[in-house]
């Protein structure tokens, strides 16, 4: 896999987390229902790890103690 190195401003990390975890909410609850949708188990899971991955980095970046979420409330 190749590792790709962005920088962002914590500001544009915070943004782009939400961003993330809005489109994982859509996906996950609003797209289901729309006929011909195909659920990918394996790309919701991918994207919540992602998002968690934004917000701990967010967390850092804000000098915030990192918030434990459960994988439940990750999106």
Known sequence: MTRIT???TARELEL??????????RREF????LPGFRFNAAELSLGK???????SVTDR???TPPVRRS????V
Not at 16 to 24: V, Y
Not at 30 to 33: A, H, K, M, W
Not at 71 to 74: F, L, S
């Open 61 to 63: 970046a804000m000098g």
């Open 16 to 25: 782009l987390s939400s961003l993330a975890s809005d489109q994982m909410f």
């Open 71 to 74: 994988a439940a409330n990750a």
């Open 49 to 55: 790890q992602l998002v968690e991955r934004l917000r």
């Open 30 to 33: 609003i797209d289901s229902r």
């Open 6 to 8: 962005v920088k962002f």
